[in-house]
Structures are given as structure tokens and as C-alpha cells.
């Protein structure tokens, strides 16, 4: 088993041990939970149990089981395009069903693996399993989304992320008609407190802001425009729920089956369609624009009549 050692990071001091290691390796509270009961999880050389509260300074030494996808050869992705490619960076169109990177659990398609399978070689920088990443998308939303291919990239690109100059423009179909039309959400996120699979809107969750527009109604629903300015975990299937209008096909977080049905979606409608920013070598902005892929396409004309 692979051993991941390092020091509790300050955003996770205070937490359950169960709560914290589930957000910060990617996996479940159930599995964290199976790790303490077999002492495989340590801080400061002590075994401790799923509900162990975690205090800054503290070391952590955790035993992980070995990912499913390290016995798994990449390979091409269909569907998957690739938009941009250069020395530094490379744009691609992930479709629905691929994963960012692998992680425990995970054995369908990555990015990084048919990446991989296509001949690409990206950046070395970052986590092993997250190799050249510096941001990602849910495995079920479609669009945009740029992968680091130098170490110049990876370093320039993950501090735009974390500062907030990187434009991401999503388009999203949303039940209902949202009043006004045009906005701004701002409402932390965080764990859902019962469903561990979930995130929502809660008092102690991390500033989260999102800015929409509407750019056509429709029956029963209506195309927005949505520019993310935090990046969080599910923040506009969070932010759209929690203003009483999610997701069309969304059925996690509240979508109505009888219209996801009708118009014949299995995921959410929700797409990074344009992806913004200073090229990390030149400096230059540097845009790429997507287009619908065919589900939510059928999905917009069912509804449009």
C-alpha cells in the first residue's frame, strides 16, 4: 500500500478525521472510516479512529489502498477534442463520463489518461495522480478545461486559478425562471451535513460566489450564463438548487425527473463553454469556446418546441 505522509493542513485543523482525510484524498467517508478501523491512519505516530479531531501542527501518516486505476492502461477517449496545444498548455473538450485525473474508486475514463494514450506529455508538477492539473471539471459536466503540459504552465495557471483571473463561463439550463434575471449568488458551500456525496449552501462552508445571466426562457426552464468567480466543489449545481431553480437533469440536487425525462438527459445540463486567460508564457489572453454537446442540444430543442 502506498503511504501518504504529510502535516494536517491549517483549512482541515479542527475537523473529524473521518470529515477531513474524505476531502482531502478524494475519498469517501465510509472508506476513511474502514482505513482508522484497521489502523492504518496515524497522527504523530499514534493509531487514531474515524472521529479523532484534528489539531494544526499534528502529522498525519495514512496507509492508502491501492487505486483501481493504477493496473488500468490509458486509453483514447471518443469525444474527447483537443482545442489548443502548444509547448505549455493543452485545451480540451472533455465529454460527459470522463474524470479530471484517476482517484481511488474511479475506473472510468480520465482526461489525463487519454491524454496519455493520445502521446501527450504533461507537466510533473503536483500530486502523482494529478500530474499537470490545475483545475477540473465534475465527471458529469462537459466542456473546457486546460491541463498544464510545462512546469511554467502548471505554476502560472494554478496561482490564476487560486487568484481569480482565469475566466470560466459556463452555460447552464436551469428549471424554472429565475427572478431577477440576471445576478449574483454568494453563499458559502460545504459538506452537505447528511449526505456525504453531496455538497450545499451552509453557514461554516467556504465563501462561494457566482454571477448569472439569462440569455433565453424557455418552457419551463431557462439558458443562463453563469461566470464562476470561486471555484468549489459542484458550486452552480449547489448555488442553482439552493435559489430554487437547479439544474435541469440534475436530480442530486433537486432536478424534477419527469422533465429530465422528457427531454432525455441522464446528467446534469451544465457545460463550460469558454475558458479565458493570460497564456503563462506570453502573457497574451488566450480564449477557447466550446459548443453543445448533442444531449444537451436535444435537450434545448425539446424544450424550445
Same mark, same amino acid.
Given at each position: 500500500?502506498?503511504?501518504?505522509?504529510?502535516?494536517?493542513?491549517?483549512?482541515?485543523?479542527?475537523?473529524?478525521?473521518?470529515?477531513?482525510?474524505?476531502?482531502? /484524498?478524494?475519498?469517501?467517508?465510509?472508506?476513511?472510516?474502514?482505513?482508522?478501523?484497521?489502523?492504518?491512519?496515524?497522527?504523530?505516530? +499514534?493509531?487514531?479512529?474515524?472521529?479523532?479531531?484534528?489539531?494544526?501542527?499534528?502529522? =498525519?501518516?495514512?496507509?492508502?489502498?491501492?487505486?483501481?486505476?493504477?493496473?488500468?492502461?490509458?486509453?483514447?477517449?471518443?469525444?474527447?477534442? +483537443?482545442?489548443?496545444?502548444?509547448?505549455?498548455?493543452?485545451?480540451?473538450?472533455?465529454?460527459?463520463?470522463?474524470?479530471?485525473?484517476?482517484?481511488?474508486?474511479?475506473?472510468?475514463?480520465?482526461?489525463?489518461?487519454? /491524454?496519455?494514450?493520445?502521446?501527450?506529455?504533461?507537466?510533473?508538477?503536483?500530486?502523482?495522480?494529478?500530474?499537470?492539473?490545475?483545475?477540473?471539471?465534475?465527471?458529469?459536466?462537459?466542456? =473546457?478545461?486546460?491541463? !498544464?503540459?510545462?512546469?511554467?504552465?502548471?505554476?502560472?495557471?494554478?496561482?490564476?486559478?487560486?487568484?481569480?483571473?482565469?475566466?470560466?463561463?459556463?452555460?447552464?439550463?436551469?428549471?424554472?425562471?429565475?427572478?431577477?434575471?440576471?445576478?449574483?449568488?454568494? !453563499?458559502?458551500?460545504?459538506?452537505?451535513?447528511?449526505?456525504?456525496?453531496?455538497?450545499?449552501?451552509?453557514?461554516?462552508?467556504?465563501?462561494? +460566489?457566482?454571477?448569472?445571466?439569462?440569455?433565453?426562457?424557455?418552457?419551463? !426552464?431557462? /439558458?443562463?450564463?453563469?461566470?464562476?468567480?470561486?471555484?468549489?466543489?459542484?458550486?452552480?449545481?449547489?448555488?442553482?438548487?439552493?435559489?430554487?431553480?437547479?439544474?435541469?437533469?440534475?436530480?442530486?440536487?433537486?432536478?424534477?425527473?419527469?422533465?429530465?425525462?422528457?427531454?432525455?438527459?441522464?446528467?446534469?445540463? =451544465?457545460?463550460?463553454?469558454?475558458?479565458?486567460?493570460?497564456?503563462?508564457?506570453?502573457?497574451?489572453?488566450?480564449?477557447?469556446?466550446?459548443?453543445?454537446?448533442?444531449? /444537451?442540444?436535444?435537450?434545448?430543442?425539446?424544450?424550445?418546441?
Amino acid at each position: 500500500m502506498p503511504v501518504r505522509s504529510l502535516p494536517v493542513p491549517d483549512g482541515l485543523a479542527g475537523e473529524r478525521l473521518d470529515a477531513a482525510l474524505a476531502r482531502l /484524498l478524494g475519498l469517501s467517508r465510509t472508506k476513511v472510516a474502514e482505513l482508522a478501523e484497521a489502523g492504518a491512519i496515524e497522527v504523530d505516530g +499514534v493509531v487514531v479512529g474515524k472521529s479523532h479531531r484534528l489539531l494544526p501542527g499534528s502529522w =498525519l501518516e495514512i496507509e492508502l489502498p491501492d487505486p483501481d486505476v493504477a493496473t488500468t492502461p490509458p486509453e483514447p477517449i471518443p469525444g474527447m477534442r +483537443v482545442m489548443l496545444d502548444d509547448e505549455d498548455v493543452v485545451v480540451v473538450d472533455k465529454p460527459v463520463g470522463v474524470a479530471a485525473h484517476p482517484s481511488p474508486g474511479w475506473t472510468g475514463p480520465t482526461v489525463i489518461g487519454g /491524454l496519455a494514450a493520445a502521446g501527450y506529455r504533461v507537466s510533473t508538477s503536483g500530486p502523482a495522480e494529478r500530474q499537470g492539473i490545475v483545475h477540473r471539471l465534475d465527471v458529469g459536466t462537459s466542456g =473546457l478545461m486546460v491541463v !498544464a503540459k510545462s512546469d511554467l504552465a502548471y505554476t502560472v495557471l494554478k496561482r490564476a486559478f487560486k487568484e481569480r483571473t482565469v475566466a470560466k463561463i459556463y452555460h447552464a439550463l436551469v428549471q424554472g425562471h429565475p427572478d431577477p434575471t440576471r445576478g449574483t449568488i454568494d !453563499a458559502p458551500i460545504g459538506r452537505h451535513p447528511t449526505h456525504d456525496y453531496r455538497w450545499a449552501v451552509v453557514s461554516d462552508g467556504k465563501p462561494s +460566489v457566482t454571477h448569472y445571466e439569462t440569455l433565453e426562457g424557455l418552457r419551463a !426552464a431557462s /439558458l443562463l450564463e453563469i461566470r464562476l468567480e470561486t471555484g468549489r466543489t459542484h458550486q452552480i449545481r449547489v448555488h442553482s438548487s439552493a435559489i430554487g431553480h437547479p439544474c435541469v437533469g440534475d436530480l442530486t440536487y433537486g432536478a424534477d425527473p419527469v422533465l429530465a425525462e422528457e427531454v432525455g438527459l441522464t446528467r446534469q445540463w =451544465l457545460h463550460a463553454m469558454r475558458l479565458g486567460f493570460d497564456h503563462p508564457r506570453t502573457g497574451l489572453w488566450t480564449e477557447v469556446t466550446s459548443e453543445y454537446p448533442a444531449d /444537451l442540444q436535444h435537450a434545448l430543442e425539446v424544450l424550445a418546441g
